[in-house]
């Protein structure tokens, strides 16, 4: 009987697992009229989301052609291909073809590199001649500018050849100081250094990589000119290599940025921000957009010094993108004086208020009232880079954050303590 029973179960469990699988493969009217509307709606949801969401490209970049530099030949007329590295010295007879090498360069060295040039002796016949210069114009000091430009008083070299004239440089000024114009071209100059296809009389230098002439506004990369298409150039204005805006947007690496107000759109330190909002761009180089950042009133948010920043009712640290609350300290009051301390980049710094001394986000227990920064003092010399700052109040010595003591434990004096004597008389050891 039992066995019946259970016969009879597994049955009916079957049949209701069969009709359960039944339900969902079963095609009905009902789920052919979804499967259509699926079809037709979701392409247009997908595109939706990707109107609203995707970052809008509008500023595009195409590749612009660059001229190579002109090559000047700096050889005075001799045949490289014969010369010979002769093993006597300058004041010896040479055989014809031979030239003298200055403290053992090479004679790759002498082919490649015209720092070398106007130091060789030559003989082509006979005796040997006076020194010659064969750099046709390498005076003063030889600077390199990097990726084989160089710079001496009077050109710059691209490469060991001259590309143009230091007295042709745009000066630097409040922009980078990268271009070169002699009123008929425009010479790129940060390194490799070379001609370009710019206009020279409306060619400007914009700053932050980027410059502009009658044709259109350019970003100038390595052995590479982009020209951005899509900003208006009359008004395009860079904030750095990343921020850009004209009169209609903001593009942050070539995307406008939306819902930022313009009008109150600028540079706080190592931040940005609007009436609205706060952003922090150092972000990775595939970000498309900066970070926003959250805690501080953005209307009132300003920039004091160095890491310091303030709205209207904290003082903050920044710590790259983090901006930390210095608890206590009175905005009003606040006032920055200068280093307390340094490992390699990694600093701390002297602040204070009405209330109190601070060495970073750390209270000290010293007189704000009286409270004088010194100077710096390496702590390490010779070695990895550390830096101390010295101050005094009315009562101690303070080398970084702690009390300069004495051989009885009691504060250093601080009357005599100056950096005028290098803080002989500030107990420092």
């Not at 046709?136 to 004239?165: P, R």
């Not at 942050?252 to 609205?276: L, N, P, Q």
């Not at 005094?392 to 601080?414: F, I």
Request: net charge negative.
């Amino acid at each position: 009987m039992n066995e019946e029973l259970e016969n009879v179960t597994e049955e009916v469990s079957e049949v209701e697992s069969a009709n359960v699988k039944q339900q969902f493969t079963t095609v009905t009217t009902f789920s052919k009229y979804l499967a259509l509307a699926l079809f037709i709606t979701l392409p247009f949801i997908g595109g939706w989301i990707g109107y609203h969401y995707a970052p809008e490209k509008v500023a595009e970049v195409e590749k612009v052609v660059i001229q190579e530099v002109e090559h000047k030949d700096l050889s005075n007329g001799l045949d490289t291909e014969t010369l010979k590295v002769s093993d006597k010295s300058a004041s010896e007879s040479m055989a014809a073809g031979e030239i003298v090498l200055p403290n053992g360069s090479s004679l790759e060295n002498y082919i490649s590199n015209h720092q070398y040039l106007k130091y060789f002796k030559k003989r082509d016949s006979g005796e040997l001649e006076e020194t010659v210069d064969l750099s046709q114009g390498a005076n003063g000091e030889l600077k390199s500018i990097g990726f084989g430009c160089e710079k001496d008083d009077k050109y710059y070299y691209q490469d060991g050849m001259i590309v143009t004239e230091t007295s042709y440089a745009i000066p630097a000024g409040e922009y980078s100081g990268h271009f070169a114009n002699d009123g008929s071209s425009v010479y790129v100059l940060r390194g490799p250094c070379y001609k370009t296809n710019f206009d020279s009389n409306t060619f400007e230098d914009l700053g932050s990589l980027y410059s502009k002439d009658k044709n259109g506004l350019y970003k100038v990369t390595y052995k590479s000119i982009d020209k951005v298409i899509g900003v208006d150039v009359s008004s395009a204005r860079p904030l750095d290599s990343d921020w850009l805006i004209d009169k209609n947007n903001v593009y942050f690496r070539s995307s406008v940025m939306k819902d930022i107000d313009i009008e109150t759109f600028e540079s706080v330190g190592a931040f940005y921000k609007d009436k609205a909002n706060i952003y922090y761009d150092n972000v990775g180089a595939r970000a498309t957009e900066p970070k926003n950042i959250s805690g501080p009133d953005p209307e009132t948010f300003g920039y004091i010094e160095n890491v310091y920043y303030y709205d209207k009712d904290y003082v903050y640290i920044s710590y790259y993108e983090n901006l930390k609350v210095i608890d206590g300290v009175a905005v009003e009051s606040f006032e920055y004086l200068g280093t307390c301390g340094c490992v390699e980049k990694s600093c701390g710094y002297y602040i204070k208020d009405a209330n109190g001394v601070y060495c970073g986000s750390e209270k000290m227990e010293a007189d704000p009232n009286s409270f004088e920064y010194l100077g710096n003092y390496n702590a390490n010399p010779g070695g990895m880079p550390m830096v101390d700052g010295v101050a005094k109040d009315g009562k101690c010595v303070y080398l970084g954050n702690k009390k300069v003591l004495d051989e009885s434990n009691q504060c250093v004096t601080p009357e005599l303590c100056s950096a005028d004597d290098e803080f002989v008389n500030c107990g420092i050891e």
